[in-house]
């Protein structure tokens, strides 16, 4: 927030919209929630929140429900405001495809002692480098101070705004961009959730006379406590990334371009029990959110997880940028006696912004 002003809508307005009795009161400032659906019971509210919800996210489910939101402006912003703000897209993401990698959980999990997971690989590809431009004048209607946020100033130019992944005050290059989606799926298999590698070192490559500061390839080395390893490597092109589960007797591919599933000993395969769906068909996602939000229970991708599999990226590129190993204590979620890593842990905040 800015200036201590507040928005017409924000997550208390839509938290009073769930649950609020009937007839309020009601936190909503601006006269976002409409006047109606102030008399209805939470329970009517929430169900309608979620079917809202249901409707824009997998439209074949529910279509009409864009003709209510057409005539009741207050809902839209409510439903809108919840797919982004209130639904992390991280978790969204990385539901659709932990929900697409049944064959690999399956065989994990129940494949007769066939893959009881040593490493898993997780390939991105390399990084793009951004070429050196000339500041100028911010383009007229576009408000390159609220683009920023609370990131370091820097002079506009069109190279940093859309290149924004490849410098590290608004991005951090493919080790994040699409690493924390398969370390996502990685702990995910290998059922640790809630912990993460206690250990981290790699090796990179630069282009010196790059604008963008990310680096081009990548090959990290992050293990847990017991051995087990998760490497991320960053070479190649974009459809040639996958993620591979490698076992004491074979391993288990899913290219992610294409979504098919390769295995060697082919035997593998008998896990599997359904063809996966991909990642842009986001049925059992939705379903699973709204079954979750009536059932209190945890959805598959919760939040806590997002953050941990995207920290594992984070502790592998502290580690390439000090260009040495690091020890990470994954309970205190701090490297262990090294000041300067730690203190890469947190972007300092320009002002005005703060946290509140």
Wanted: glycine share 8%; aromatic share 10%; charged share 20%.
């Amino acid at each position: 927030m800015l200036d201590g002003r507040r928005p017409a809508i924000d997550e208390r307005v839509v938290l009073n919209f769930l649950t609020a009795p009937t007839a309020g009161p009601f936190d909503d400032p601006g006269g976002v929630i409409p006047a109606r659906w102030r008399q209805k019971s939470p329970d009517e509210r929430r169900d309608l929140f979620a079917t809202l919800l249901a409707g824009f996210l997998d439209p074949d489910r529910s279509p009409s429900n864009a003709l209510l939101v057409v005539a009741e402006p207050g809902l839209a912003a409510l439903v809108f405001f919840g797919i982004l703000r209130l639904v992390p897209s991280l978790a969204l993401l990385d539901t659709l495809v932990r929900r697409g990698y049944d064959t690999v959980d399956r065989a994990n999990r129940t494949g007769a002692g066939q893959m009881q997971t040593k490493t898993v690989v997780c390939q991105v590809w390399e990084g793009p480098t951004v070429g050196l431009d000339t500041p100028r004048p911010v383009p007229e209607g576009f408000d390159y101070d609220m683009w920023l946020g609370p990131t370091a100033w820097h002079p506009y130019t069109a190279a940093y705004v859309n290149g924004w992944n490849y410098f590290w005050d608004t991005g951090a290059g493919p080790v994040i961009g699409m690493g924390c989606h398969y370390t996502d799926i990685a702990q995910w298999g290998l059922q640790r959730d809630d912990t993460g590698p206690v250990t981290y070192e790699g090796t990179a490559t630069w282009k010196p006379d790059a604008f963008s500061e990310t680096p081009v390839t990548a090959d990290c080395c992050c293990t847990y406590a017991d051995g087990v390893k998760i490497i991320i490597r960053s070479s190649g092109a974009f459809q040639d990334r996958y993620i591979r589960f490698v076992g004491t007797e074979g391993w288990i591919q899913v290219d992610d371009e294409t979504n098919n599933v390769t295995a060697e000993p082919k035997s593998i395969l008998r896990a599997r029990n359904v063809t996966a769906p991909g990642w842009a068909q986001t049925g059992d996602h939705v379903r699973d959110w709204l079954d979750c939000i009536k059932s209190r229970r945890q959805p598959i991708c919760h939040p806590e997880s997002a953050q941990r599999a995207t920290t594992i990226c984070h502790a592998a590129n502290i580690g390439l940028r000090l260009g040495r190993s690091l020890k990470w204590d994954p309970q205190a979620e701090c490297f262990l006696d090294d000041a300067q890593a730690n203190a890469m842990l947190l972007r300092a905040m320009r002002p005005p912004w703060s946290l509140l």
